[in-house]
């Protein structure tokens, strides 16, 4: 009643409609579909596709007068390809919710269903849920896929035909997978395995559906009314081309019912055509023509069954063999067993079961004789035999033997299976069991698995004997309170567990144990929270570290290193540690903090101590570690230099570092250098003189001379004697200078006189010069003798005038700054100087290279000595100047203070 009121509607909208624009067939249609679906589309042994749905879509082909060119691929290539547009109609899909968003389907037309696999040693498998933990082997793109994603199981293992996963199930790969029926049974015994697995019920159950591109429901109605005019007679005679049909058919016992009755007329149209015969004649004959039918009968069914028995005996995938009951001679195989052993049949029934063993008891004639005595007996056996090949390849076979009547006679049936492959498989297994076995046993560590409430479930022995326990069944046995019993404080347990249940993996601390005997031990705890299928907590695992001498070793090292750091911090050097694997600094004293700065810690030692060399901590080739090395180093960002004695040695914490002590030798290179040069530049100016004198001494002594000539040359001698007694004075002075005590310790010195008296001096030495004096009435004292204020004094003047060779005013000043200091000029007119010798001018032996200079005379110390007497003073001098006008030199000296005694002193 609903379907008439459904097509009564659908009449209905069409007429309102109005009629749909003519659809015009294409002239061809592309098919794809899958290539591994058994007996629907798979390959024959050419490469060609074959199976029901291509001889419907041949007949498709007759109906519609439009050419279907079919493609199979693997199911994911397949589904990939339709939906990049190659394709106009894919075939063998199943409905899901993701797919009808691209696709629009056909109504469905075979129902399949879909179960779940499993080897024939795995039980509990009865739905998608008991699959989880498990392996599960599907196929590409398959939508059971998605069926099982949504039951909780995320183990898959993809593989891109069904025929591919049979091939893993056979070779031991895999053990549970999800295929549809039809494939899987017809692969399972094509490739001979079909008894060795189990199936769940389905767990769900798929429809075979065609289906196009969404949208296209012109094509699909196209599609769908070809199909519709193929009869279901037509569609039966497929299926069971495919299928088969029953071995003995309907119309059997038809044909001979109509013979025996055609037989019956006979004997009746006889009966009447020798009626005259006697009625026993008559009787005879019609039984002897019932027992040759029966015969017939008989005799047929029984080549039937012979041929049904020899079919099913040579198919079976295990080595069978018939054996005498009395003799035990051997007296048929199947197929198999010449398979395996590589005899024929008529070879294998003439040899005896020691061609068949190894020979190696308990694998001989003789054990193999008592098997069969007691399956003679009527007790059924079952063995592994190590068996032997004809070409005496040994393997392991699994023999079933029991009592059996065969063809009306006794005999031992025996049945073998190929093992070798599982025996290497639990040989290997129980090596990795032993091996594993044995680390956990025998690691260092103590390993555990206990319950989240506080008992042991399985330990190793060193855990054991962590806890002062003589062996694993004893600790189990005595603590019955984990927390309570061996952690000193449970709270750390909890803590630990609270986060490994946040946690996917292992967390780590440190907790304080108790032992057995009372002693108590620090260990590095880690542990984990084991899962059950369902997410529920099943149990704790973990392992325990002993650090109690790790953590002594520490707090010792600590201790060490703070008396070491404190040793170190009260040096004035700098000292440092680097670890000699990654040259990072570990420690720096606080003179090295001072001086290189915070924030240290970690960085490369040449980053901290700015050396300019890339890895100054690697020791040179061939360096033996432990060998002292001394060498300097100029710091990039102060120019200062830095000697280093650096060794390499074990730390307290075991590891290899430099120690290094580095020391400032800046000032000692300056001294050197200074040292190098005064030597040069007093053996040249003293040679200069020297030289002078000695020519014309000789040329005295050599020549007749006038007197003014003479007198000439003794002028210049005695001038050149003059030069070098004033360099010998100053550089006395100056080492003089440097010996003495602070010069600011004098006694405070009135500066007036002095400097009144020196401007009196040089104004009646040098008629050329004006000296003229601007000096404060006010000035303070100052801390200096009246000698070294002297030295200064002339100097400064005696500079003034001879670099004022034209004459001029030379200016001699001094004022009162505050009650701070008091600054002393000495200012001319003469040729000046160039700015870039102005800090070069008080340097030792320094003397400004100018053409106009050179007709100057002088030793190149006397405005060095002038600034050390004004620096060990405690004052400063400087010079301003202009070339080619003139210059000022400015002593500024510290002012007494108030109410100390001062000295008024005269320079003589």
């Known amino acids: 009643m609903s379907v008439l009121v459904w097509l009564m509607l659908a009449v209905g909208s069409v007429c309102l409609a109005g009629p749909p624009p003519p659809l015009t067939p294409p002239p061809v249609i592309k098919v794809v579909m899958d290539n591994n679906y058994p007996p629907f589309a798979f390959k024959d042994s050419e490469g060609h596709l074959q199976g029901i749905l291509i001889d419907q879509w041949r007949l498709w082909e007759q109906k519609t007068g439009i050419r279907a060119e079919i493609h199979g691929y693997d199911w994911d290539e397949a589904r990939r390809r339709m939906e990049a547009g190659e394709f106009d109609v894919i075939d063998t899909i199943f409905f899901t919710e993701r797919r009808s968003r691209i696709y629009d389907f056909s109504p469905p037309y075979y129902t399949i269903d879909v179960p779940v696999f499993f080897h024939r040693n795995i039980s509990g498998i009865n739905n998608a849920t008991s699959l989880r933990g498990f392996a599960v082997a599907v196929k590409t793109g398959d939508a059971v896929i998605d069926v099982l994603k949504q039951q909780g199981v995320s183990q898959l293992v993809e593989f891109n035909s069904y025929e591919a996963i049979i091939d893993a199930a056979r070779d031991q790969k895999v053990v549970v997978f999800a295929v549809d029926r039809p494939p899987a049974l017809y692969y399972l015994y094509k490739k001979g395995i079909y008894d060795q697995f189990r199936q769940s019920p389905p767990l769900y159950s798929g429809k075979f559906h065609r289906a196009v591109k969404k949208g296209n429901t012109a094509l699909l109605k196209m599609v769908e009314q070809g199909f519709a005019r193929i009869s279901p007679t037509e569609l039966k005679s497929i299926e069971q081309k495919w299928y088969g049909t029953p071995p003995f058919g309907t119309t059997y016992p038809k044909y001979l019912v109509a013979a025996a009755a055609a037989a019956v007329g006979l004997v009746v149209l006889l009966a009447i055509w020798t009626f005259t015969l006697r009625r026993v004649v008559a009787g005879k004959t019609a039984e002897l023509v ?96 190590h068996s032997k090949d004809r070409n005496g390849r040994l393997f392991w076979i699994e023999v079933n033997m029991r009592r059996a009547r065969i063809g009306g006679q006794d005999r031992i049936l025996v049945t073998a299976r190929d093992i070798s492959g599982r025996r290497r498989a639990e040989e290997a297994l129980r090596a990795s069991e032993e091996k594993y076995r044995n680390i956990f046993e025998y690691a260092p560590i103590g390993i555990f698995q206990s319950t989240v409430e506080g008992r042991f479930l399985y330990v190793n022995s060193t855990l054991a004997q962590l806890y002062a326990y003589d062996s694993p069944e004893e600790i189990i046995a005595a603590v019955k309170d984990i927390p309570g019993q061996i952690f000193v404080r449970p709270e750390q347990r909890s803590d630990l567990i609270g986060r490994a249940l946040a946690s996917d993996g292992f967390v780590r601390g440190e907790v304080d144990y108790r032992r057995s005997d009372g002693s108590l031990f620090i260990a590095n705890l880690h542990i984990r929270v084991v899962r059950g299928y369902k997410g529920d907590v099943a149990f704790l695992e973990g392992f325990v570290e002993d650090i109690t001498e790790r953590k002594r070793a520490e707090d010792a090292f600590h201790a060490q290193f703070v008396q070491i750091s404190t040793i170190f911090d009260e040096l004035s050097v700098i000292v440092y540690v680097v670890d000699a694997a990654t040259g990072k600094l570990i420690a720096l004293n606080k003179y090295g903090t001072a001086i290189f700065g915070a924030g240290w810690q970690g960085k490369p030692c040449h980053d901290v101590i700015h050396c300019g060399a890339p890895s100054p901590c690697v020791f040179p080739a061939g360096e033996e570690p432990g060998t002292q090395q001394t060498f300097a180093y100029k710091n990039t960002l102060t120019g200062r230099w830095y000697q280093c004695v650096r060794k390499e040695i074990a730390w307290v914490d075991g590891r290899r570092v430099h120690i290094a002590v580095t020391s400032d030798i800046t000032d000692l290179k ?47 001698i005695q001038s050149e004697n003059m030069r070098l007694d004033e360099l010998l004075t100053n550089l006395l002075d100056l080492k003089n200078l440097k010996a003495i005590v602070p010069l600011d310790g004098m ?36 801390p200096i003798s009246a000698g070294y204020m002297h030295r200064v004094l002339v100097n400064l003047l005696s500079n003034a005038v001879k670099y004022s060779p034209k004459g001029g ?27 870039e010798v102005l800090d070069k001018i008080f340097d030792r032996f320094y003397q400004v290279d100018s053409s106009d200079r050179r007709v100057f005379s002088g030793t190149g110390l006397g405005l060095a000595l002038v600034k050390e007497i004004v620096s060990g003073c405690g004052g400063r001098v400087w010079v301003e100047s202009t070339l080619g006008e003139g210059s000022t030199f400015f002593v500024s ?15 003589g």
């Open 290 to 385: 019932r027992e040759i039918a029966l015969s017939n009968r008989r005799a047929e069914e029984l080549q039937l069954s012979e041929e049904r028995f020899q079919a099913i005996f040579d198919s079976v995938n295990d080595a069978i063999f018939i054996h005498d009951l009395e003799t035990g001679d051997i007296l048929d195989v199947n197929r198999r067993m010449c398979e395996m052993s590589g005899y024929s049949r008529q070879e294998a029934c003439s040899i005896g079961v020691e061609a068949l063993s190894s020979g190696v008891p308990p694998y001989t004639r003789k054990e193999a004789i008592e098997w069969m005595r007691k399956a003679a007996q009527g007790d059924p056996q079952q063995f592994e035999w």
């Open 670 to 716: 300056e001294m050197v250098r200074m040292k190098d040069e005064l030597l040069s530049i007093v053996s040249h100016e003293i040679r200069s003189p020297l030289t002078a004198m000695r020519g014309y001494t000789e040329f005295l002594l050599e020549n007749s001379v006038d007197e003014a000539e003479l007198r000439q040359y003794l002028g210049i």
């Open 747 to 782: 006694t405070p010195l009135a500066l007036g006189p002095l400097l009144e008296e020196a401007a009196a001096l040089f104004a009646k030495r040098d008629s050329r010069h004006r000296i003229l004096k601007q000096i404060s009435p006010d000035l303070s004292p100052v």
């Open 809 to 835: 005013d030379v200016i001699l000043g001094a004022q009162r700054n505050g009650a701070e200091s008091v600054t002393i000029w000495v200012r001319d007119e003469g040729v000046g100087m160039p700015p």
């Open 893 to 907: 000296l510290p002012a007494a203070r108030e109410g100390e005694q001062v000295r008024t002193e005269h320079a």
